[in-house]
């Protein structure tokens, strides 16, 4: 069972780019969100997704699109990185909102 | 919005110490989650619960709904017990997202 799988790992992108955080679960869950992870503070939710076709914002939401067209997909993009967007990013999944979640393993992102 | 705190932010303990981690939040809630998060980033989900006591293991999970606090036990703690531990409520009453706690770092020293 691959579970969440969250790709890459690892980023380095220049002020400017853009670039696709992919997140993909098998486990056929309807729930899927999206987190940064900044140091000395909680996880924060930046879009999530109650199912195919239905996205919404969370916490800290500018800067990023997110797009649901199939149960198992939910990418997340970021439009012209800047350096307030390195974090690191998990993804999430789980059958509805406030059921156990499980993670990715997470993407570590810098922009310089 | 709720409000998440937990106490203590890091905490050191000698291997076989009882350890506790308390949470607590603003806003009446159906169920808390904890979850742990390993040196290596990596998180899991450990417990949901909404009311009482639940048990994995050497880790025991309370939760007192109308105090809105709930405490995360680790007994006869050990090294591999070194992480983060995460409290998670749902944003406001209801059917929202998650907010999480800023966590409770944990060595446990052999």
């Known amino acids: 069972n691959a579970g969440v799988t969250q790709t890459p790992k690892f980023q380095v992108l220049k002020t400017g780019q853009s670039m696709t955080l992919q997140c993909a679960q098998d486990?056929?869950?309807?729930?899927m969100s999206w987190y940064r992870q900044d140091p000395g503070m909680g996880l924060r939710l930046i879009h999530y997704?109650?199912?195919?076709?239905?996205?919404d914002q969370g916490e800290v939401p500018n800067g990023y699109n997110v797009s649901r067209s199939t149960t198992e997909d939910f990418p997340l993009r970021l439009l012209s990185a800047a350096p307030s967007q390195t974090s690191v990013y998990f993804c999430?999944?789980?059958?509805?909102?406030?059921?156990?979640?499980?993670f990715g393993q997470g993407t570590r992102l810098t922009v310089v | 919005k709720n409000e998440v705190e937990q106490s203590p932010q890091n905490l050191t303990a000698q291997e076989g110490e009882f350890i506790t981690i308390n949470c607590s939040y603003s806003?009446?809630?159906?169920?808390l989650h904890w979850l742990q998060q390993h040196p290596g980033g990596g998180i899991v989900s450990l417990f949901m619960?909404?009311?009482g006591k639940k048990k994995h293991g050497r880790l025991i999970a309370t939760i007192n709904i109308q105090e809105k606090h709930s405490s995360l036990h680790i007994t006869a703690s050990h090294p591999r017990d070194s992480a983060v531990y995460i409290c998670?409520?749902?944003?406001?009453?209801?059917?929202?997202?998650?907010?999480f706690g800023k966590g409770t770092r944990l060595s446990v020293i052999a």
């Open positions: 998670a409520v749902p944003r406001n009453s209801g059917n929202t997202p998650l907010v």
């Open positions: 806003v009446g809630i159906s169920a």
């Open positions: 999430a999944s789980s059958l509805t909102v406030h059921l156990g979640a499980f």
């Open positions: 619960l909404s009311s």
């Open positions: 997704s109650v199912g195919a076709g239905i996205t």
């Open positions: 486990m056929n869950h309807e729930y």
